[in-house]
């Protein structure tokens, strides 16, 4: 197929600046757990305050139907950033970290590095933040540090919910008791800059301004916030962008699920009981301005980072790529997280725009698997063969061209959904299916998959299945892990894989 669709296509076109001159930088931006309730994708019923990402969209290509390769942090971030399904590495869940099991693999910021760029990055880029987050892959690097928080600061992987200790004054802030510390939410009594995500976009912005003098060697900088994961921890400013009263709360049909095969209600239930939670507390509207007003805190960051990239005079050299690693359920399909194979847990705001792409959307449906070779088309780095993803270079020259391939997104073996322009096909491990027409039924309410009319639809959407599955990588646990060293050690047959080679 690739050969057809592409053909010496690239050799015809490069975006704008970067024709003939200086390879282009690449400020490379990731957001965990964005579901499509930004402005300029429209998912949300109410008003959603996100400037900075919209002034973005309207700058570059916005591609409006562009879906995780798999709805968790870590096989989501593991496949973009290498290139590869989780059905062909075996990293399907957050169990599965990449490093210490495919060791050899050159991600992103590797490619970019061994062909001359200086590699920077920030915050949440891989999942998890240390064992998994090697420092020899960058020439500089800020770890996400959780400073609000003494519970995270204690904590030896730097992550809030592996940390012990007292919990903080106030907690739990969201006033819903019995939820945990992740899933809690508020403003705490701290500056503003002293917030995770503050800290990590001032080492983005110092970055930029150091790049600013430097013009000898293209940079690479990834910046990678936090929000609007849980907790939901932002300040209160962003709050009051929100009054409760116009808080637009998921329509939830109570039969929604009665026509689901039974892997699919099973997903649909997995985590119910913090909905449940949330809801008897009478806290559901408070939920969703917390997740909302996170959105808008991401989105503040992003403004800042890119206020800095135009004042350090390198927005016109510098691509950059704003994606979100998956989305998240607020009740829709009566489940509350992620981990789905649905619309909410899929779909993420993509836009790529800088070093002369032009502006406009993108209808046709595309996966962030297509990150890794887009990117290197437009710096004219090699392509590596292995890439599962398809440059999608040939859609921000024009969009509405045909593109016949749909995204795929994987869940755990064997379950996956293949989205197209139109519809959305699922298929679990056990066979169980759902077909919907987002021509008629965007919420995903009426699973087709049993009706007649609609067999070559699934015939010809099964064919983008994955027709192998890789057995499971191994999980952490297999593993010892020195921190010191940072280095891996397999438990049972004693390999070991440093991270400073
Ligand atoms: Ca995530
Ligand atoms: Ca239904």
């Given at each position: 197929m690739r050969p057809l669709l592409f053909g010496c296509w690239s050799l015809f076109f490069l975006p704008g600046s970067a024709v003939g001159g200086e390879r282009p930088n690449v400020l490379f931006l990731v957001v965990d757990d964005m579901k499509d309730w930004v402005n300029c994708l429209d998912g949300y019923s109410g008003t959603v305050h996100t400037p900075h990402i919209d002034q973005l969209a309207v700058r570059g290509m916005l591609f409006q139907n562009a879906h995780c390769v798999s709805p968790r942090c870590a096989p989501s971030r593991a496949a973009v950033l290498t290139g590869l399904r989780p059905s062909t590495t075996?990293?399907?869940?957050?169990?599965?970290?990449w490093f210490p099991n495919l060791p050899d693999t050159i991600t992103i910021p590797q490619h970019f590095r061994r062909h001359g760029y200086r590699v920077g990055g920030a915050g949440k880029?891989?999942?998890?933040?240390?064992?998994?987050?090697?420092?020899?892959?960058?020439?500089t690097f800020h770890r996400l540090t959780f400073q609000e928080d003494p519970w995270f600061r204690g904590s030896a992987l730097n992550y809030p919910w592996s940390a012990s200790g007292a919990p903080p004054d106030g907690f739990p802030f969201s006033g819903v008791s019995g939820l945990g510390h992740e899933n809690d939410w508020g403003s705490l009594t701290i500056a503003a800059e002293d917030y995770d995500d503050a800290v990590t976009t001032q080492f983005a912005i110092d970055f930029l301004r150091q790049q600013a003098d430097k013009k000898s060697s293209p940079f690479f900088l990834a910046c990678g916030l936090f929000r609007p994961h849980l907790p939901w921890y932002v300040p209160q400013e962003f709050f009051e962008l929100y009054p409760l009263d116009e808080i637009v709360l998921p329509v939830v049909p109570e039969n929604d699920l009665d026509d689901l095969p039974e892997a699919g209600r099973q997903l649909a239930k997995d985590r119910r009981s913090d909905w449940k939670t949330v809801r008897k507390a009478d806290r559901w509207k408070h939920a969703v301005q917390a997740y909302l007003a996170s959105i808008s805190c991401a989105d503040a960051r992003m403004g800042q980072i890119l206020t800095a990239l135009q004042q350090a005079k390198l927005a016109d050299d510098t691509i950059v790529v704003l994606w979100s690693d998956h989305g998240w359920h607020?009740?829709?399909?009566?489940?509350?997280h992620k981990s789905t194979l649905w619309e909410e847990s899929t779909h993420v705001p993509l836009i790529i725009a800088g070093a002369g792409i032009q502006s406009g959307t993108c209808r046709r449906s595309v996966s962030l698997l297509d990150v890794y070779p887009t990117l290197n088309e437009l710096a004219r780095l090699p392509a590596i063969p292995s890439h599962e993803g398809h440059s999608l270079v040939p859609l921000l020259r024009d969009p509405g061209r045909k593109w016949d391939r749909p995204a795929v997104t994987e869940f755990r073996r064997g379950n996956a959904a293949v989205r197209s322009e139109r519809f959305r096909y699922i298929r679990y491990h056990d066979g169980g299916e759902e077909l919907y027409d987002h021509r008629t039924d965007p919420h995903e309410w009426t699973n087709l998959a049993a009706n007649r009319d609609y067999a070559s639809v699934k015939e010809r959407l099964s064919r983008?299945?994955?027709?192998h599955w890789a057995p499971s990588a191994d999980t952490k646990k297999a593993f010892e892990f020195d921190h010191q060293s940072f280095t891996w050690t397999h438990r049972e047959t004693g390999r070991v894989i440093s991270g400073k080679k």
């Open positions: 075996g990293l399907y869940d957050n169990g599965h970290w880029i891989f999942h998890h933040t240390a064992g998994n987050h090697p420092l020899h892959l960058w020439d607020l009740g829709e399909k009566q489940h509350w983008w299945l994955p027709d």
